[in-house]
């Protein structure tokens, strides 16, 4: 019973470097999320996705990238990373929208640890 | 999207009951309220969601009175496991986007 699974869970990175994060979810969710968490901070949305092929800003999407080429999947990238992305990052899955305000749970992974020298 | 407010922390002991409030003034009509629990180093879990009156499930109750500015995450008889950040979301955007403010730090202790 996997739910969302990040990989990695760590990393640490330098000043301009690259690098992708992968998010995978069994549950055959339409909708998908990244955010960051800084400490003892709330989570904010970076971008994120209402289905396969799609994807769409967040609160604070500079600095990142997504793709979404499979329904199970939803990579965040970096291009060339800053230390101010330094955060902990979770990503989600959900079901669709409902019509009304109340909102469908969205299931976390366990989330990377993302430092940046 | 509601602005939600929360006290920043609060401590307990084992087996109280803790009750966590959180204000939002400027809900819609058709939103409603969610809360969910972040422990240290995880990411956080959907505890409960309510629109008005009572709801309660095998975790908490929550509590929303009939003008629904404010409402009332209720955990019985925490125990030390209960220890956690506790996030109160009013309404949502559409593609079911969430805004999480800065939560309240529930510490029980011994």
């Known amino acids: 019973n996997a739910g969302v699974t990040q990989t990695p869970k760590f990393r640490v990175l330098k000043t301009g470097q690259s690098m992708t994060l992968l998010c995978a979810q069994d549950m055959n969710h339409e909708y998908m999320y990244w955010y960051r968490q800084d400490p003892g901070m709330g989570l904010r949305l970076i971008h994120y996705?209402?289905?396969?092929?799609?994807?769409a800003k967040g609160e604070v999407p500079d600095g990142y990238n997504v793709s979404r080429l499979k329904k199970q999947n939803f990579l965040l990238g970096l291009e060339s990373a800053a230390p101010s992305q330094t955060s902990v990052y979770f990503c989600a899955s959900s079901k669709p929208d409902r019509s009304l305000g109340s909102n469908q749970p969205q299931h976390f992974g366990d989330g990377t640890r993302l430092s940046i020298l | 999207l509601a602005k939600t407010t929360q006290p920043i922390s609060m401590d307990s002991y084992e087996g109280q009951e803790v009750n966590i409030t959180c204000s939002h003034n400027?809900?819609?009509?058709?939103?409603?309220i969610t809360w969910y629990q972040q422990f240290p180093s995880q990411g956080p879990r959907f505890i409960i969601q309510?629109?008005?009156t009572k709801v309660t499930n095998e975790v908490a109750s929550l509590f929303i009175p009939a003008d629904r500015k404010s409402s009332t995450l209720s955990l019985p008889r925490v125990s030390l496991s209960d220890t956690a950040v506790y996030y109160c979301l009013g309404g949502k955007a559409a593609g079911n986007k969430l805004t999480f403010g800065g939560g309240t730090r529930v510490l029980v202790k011994p």
């Open positions: 400027n809900i819609a009509t058709n939103d409603y």
């Open positions: 309510g629109y008005k």
């Open positions: 996705s209402v289905g396969e092929g799609t994807t």
